[in-house]
């Protein structure tokens, strides 16, 4: 009988390592990745405020990429946020001084930054 538990065993510690080795590997970059990068390498930054519904779907529409683009909380920036005279949420500044204020959406986004969006 112990003879017929170790291979058992070992092809469930095969199997657990397997599966954990599967479920734990790197997902595939987002096709938002390189718009999101290409908007922190032009400097465009945007303004928000986490309780901001419009915040919240601006940072949605990006998904996971959204953790590329130059963000700053105004709550816990204020100063930083006053200084840029930010009057609302979300409000997007270029280094051209050109604003957004408002949501945008990650076409005109596009448009107004020319940071291509993959198809």
């Known amino acids: 009988m112990k003879q017929s538990i170790i291979p058992i065993l070992v092809i469930g510690a095969a199997a657990v390592g397997f599966i954990w080795v599967v479920g734990f590997k790197d997902q595939p970059a987002s096709v938002l990745d390189g718009f999101a990068q290409c908007l922190a390498q032009k400097g465009a930054t945007m303004y928000g405020a986490d309780w901001c519904s419009h915040c919240q779907n601006?940072?949605?529409?990006?998904?996971?990429?959204?953790?590329f683009v130059p963000y700053v909380e105004c709550p816990d920036n204020p100063q930083q946020?006053?200084?840029?005279n930010i009057q609302g949420y979300p409000t997007w500044i270029f280094p051209d001084g050109?604003?957004?204020?408002g949501e945008q959406g990650i076409q005109k986004l596009s448009l107004e930054s020319g940071c291509a969006l993959q198809q």
């Not at 601006?58 to 953790?67: L, T, W």
């Not at 946020?81 to 840029?84: N, V």
Request: overall charge positive.
């Open 58 to 67: 601006e940072k949605k529409a990006f998904g996971a990429s959204f953790r």
């Open 81 to 84: 946020c006053l200084k840029e």
């Open 98 to 101: 050109k604003r957004l204020e």
